[in-house]
């Protein structure tokens, strides 16, 4: 996005960060990343003999593709979705093992009409949350045990963190059949701080602890290394994964037009 005769208005211009760290007690890691514009994107795979791993890449592989367009609409991302899901459902039936699944969960960075929007879409249980105004806000909405009985009022956020389901999701990509994802538009702002992470630092670092470290470390790659480096501190019971995505500023539509105006008077004087 270096050239700026090819930036639109309502393009986003994204300064981003990303870690991952397979955790202190497991052996693979199987959670995948993405941070390339205009895609921020966690997966977290599932299943035996390797099979999550390999899951969680056809996810990234997929929505490789779709690096450096900026104007993604809902439909190039469900149809990467599906691709995906259509590879995964084959490596399952070629293995007698637990069928392989990942979860989705991803920022996007697009226009419409000359505004900038995130794109938000999510599969499973890891998560997307916007810190904006000093203050974080969880923005997905987890396909989990534990979260249906969290609305059902049978249990505390508190109480999730140690439930002995905390790790079941309700719907995933290639395992089962619930696979549809949830999305959500939202208006881009500059200074947007947008973070995608699996359940691997939310089951280990509080919501509380996650909004001080996004208030005081300004670069979102040390920002990034330094969540991963406090869930393993504070156990490291699954693989770590943190993407964070910086709105460090929105073209305006209005700054365009007011320069071609500009150009046009300027351009008239030197006719008299
Ligand atoms: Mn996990």
């Known amino acids: 996005m270096n050239d700026s005769e090819s930036v639109h208005a309502g393009t986003i211009m994204v300064s981003a960060g990303s870690h991952t760290d397979v955790g202190l007690v497991r052996q693979v890691n199987e959670d995948s990343l993405l941070a390339e514009f205009p895609i921020y994107l966690v997966a977290d795979g599932m299943?035996?003999?390797q099979a999550g791993e390999v899951a969680s890449a056809i996810v990234v592989e997929e929505f490789a593709r779709l690096v450096g367009r900026d104007n993604?609409?809902?439909?190039?991302l469900h149809e990467a979705l599906e691709e995906a899901g259509d590879r995964i459902g084959m490596i399952s039936q070629d293995s007698d093992e637990r069928a392989a699944g990942t979860t989705v969960t991803m920022v996007v960075a697009t226009r419409?009409?000359?505004r900038g929007y995130w794109i938000v879409m999510n599969l499973g249980d890891s998560r997307v949350y916007r810190f904006a105004d000093e203050s974080l806000e969880q923005v997905s909405i987890d396909h989990s045990v534990v979260q249906e009985l969290i609305e059902r009022g049978e249990l505390s956020v508190t109480?999730?963190?140690?439930?002995?389901y905390r790790h079941m999701v309700t719907r995933a990509l290639g395992a089962g059949p619930a696979q549809m994802p949830d999305y959500w538009t939202i208006p881009a702002e500059k200074g947007d701080r947008l973070l995608v992470c699996s359940d691997g630092l939310t089951g280990e670092v509080e919501d509380s602890i996650i909004e001080e470290v996004l208030a005081e470390i300004e670069d979102p790659q040390l920002a990034a290394e330094?969540?991963?480096e406090l869930a393993l501190k504070n156990g490291g019971r699954d693989n770590i994964s943190v993407v964070i995505a910086d709105a460090t500023d929105?073209?305006?539509?209005?700054?365009a037009s007011t320069a071609t105006a500009l150009?046009?008077?300027?351009?008239a004087e030197h006719l008299e």
């Open 226 to 228: 330094t969540l991963v």
């Open 159 to 164: 109480g999730a963190r140690t439930h002995p």
């Open 72 to 76: 993604l609409a809902v439909e190039d």
């Open 263 to 267: 150009t046009s008077i300027v351009d």
């Open 112 to 114: 419409l009409h000359g």
């Open 250 to 255: 929105v073209i305006l539509a209005e700054s």
């Open 47 to 49: 299943g035996g003999h």
